[in-house]
């Protein structure tokens, strides 16, 4: 066992509107726990619809034509951005160990999340003043340019996975383009995002521009998503709950909507490839934080020439993951969120035993506290199991056979999701084709997930629209407005 980190102290349980933390209307809270045990780590206050109102309020406000945020230059908008990210550098060891704490997350991989952040932050930090429009050369005897201006007062619904990393993608594109927002965190894991609150009004954000309001999706998340008060929602989380937020933007509004939803993303091992960077890029992909994650390469094709042997290797590795508390630094593989998810993951385990997969290793609660499931492996899987159709959302790697390119390409894009795709190879005009053929918003070549700020991120298909990170992520939160000016002739 590595060093064991110290708990955090919870300094912030509040809900967070207008700069200042606050209890909500109803005086009811909620628990968080500890997914390690189970255990309560603290009560937080529930927000519902009139704490949104409150938040819709303030956050109108702080928008207004004369308020102090816009009153800002731009480029003062990136100095704030990147004020926040310093804080964040400074407060790095405290938000680690709380994103660990609250998810479930193995402490080197919070580290890892807190990094990117401030990677983030200060990325759009540098849009902030190189948002523009254009002058067009239009017919008649007008001058016409464009204008990027801000959308408005955004509402943002974020999961429980990266509390942290999705925080960061929304908030910097929205204040990069001077937008105001209010955050709904996930029930599971509010505490991380409720510091970094504090950190805005340290870092000199104005009253009103950022607001966050811990509650439960039927409640809090419903109704920033049919608030007329705002302007656009965007959201990551399941298919299922993403059609429910269009349906209630759709109903309310009309707000613009940003989806970022389910995946189950093929990664397509060629027998060309080196066999121990492919086991060990598949197992990142699909084991990394326990298998929560959106675009998880959940379907690992495997050519038949070297199948047997990937197999065995993959075992092999998988079965010298460390398990143990996540507030260690040599942890490896943490527990599921809630017991919800648990018993989600034991299900479909199941579910592949009995449709005939070969159960290759694990497939069983890990321990006798918490909600640890050991890493598992399936071979010899179809297409047609559950398996290998429904996102697992758990540590479980269902490893399929294939013969050739073209039929691999097919298999691969028959699903309802889209977001991600990757292949393993040494030929260039295989990974070429494949970069072509694949149907996901994010196709990775001899990697997997390797995020950074300046590329844009979101799904096809029923994975959703719209991107996060790189300048597609600024344009999601401005409108275009055209302004023609008629002139007495030509210039």
Known sequence: MGEKIPLPEIKYTQLFINNEFVNSVSGKTFATSNPCNGKKIADVQEGDAADVDKAVIAARDAFAPGSAW???????????????????????????????????????????????????????????????????????????????????VCGQIIPWNFPLVLLAWKWSAALAAGCTLILKPAEDTPLSALYVAALTKEAGFPAGVINVIPGYGSTAGKAIASHPGIQKVAFTGSTAVGRKVMSEAANSNLKRVTLELGGKSPLIIFKDADLDVACQTSLDAIMAYQGQVCCAGSRTFVQEDIYDEFVKRA??????????????????????????????????????????????????????QGYFIKPTIFSNVTDDMSIAKDEIFGPVQCIIKFKTLDEVVKRANDTSYGLSAGCLTNDLNTALTLANLLQGGSVWINCWDPATPQAPFGGFKQSGFGKELGEEAVKAYTQVKTVLIKLPGKP
């Open 315 to 368: 075992v092999k590795a998988v079965e010298s993951r460390v398990i143990e508390d996540v507030m260690t630094t040599t942890c490896e593989h943490g527990p599921q969120i809630n017991e919800t998810q648990f018993k989600k993951v034991l299900s479909y385990i199941e579910a592949g035993k009995k449709e005939g997969a070969k159960l290759e290793t694990g497939g069983a609660r890990h321990g006798d």
């Open 70 to 152: 816009r009153q800002l230059d731009a480029s003062a908008r990136g100095r704030l951005l990147y004020a926040l990210a310093n804080l964040i550098e400074r407060d790095y060891k405290y938000l680690v160990a709380l994103e660990s704490l609250d998810c479930g997350k193995p402490y080197s991989l919070a580290l890892l999340d807190v990094e990117h952040i401030i990677h983030v932050f200060r990325y759009f930090a540098g849009w902030c003043d190189k948002i523009k429009g254009d002058t067009i050369p239009c017919d008649g005897n007008f001058f016409c340019y464009t204008k990027q201006e801000p959308v408005g």
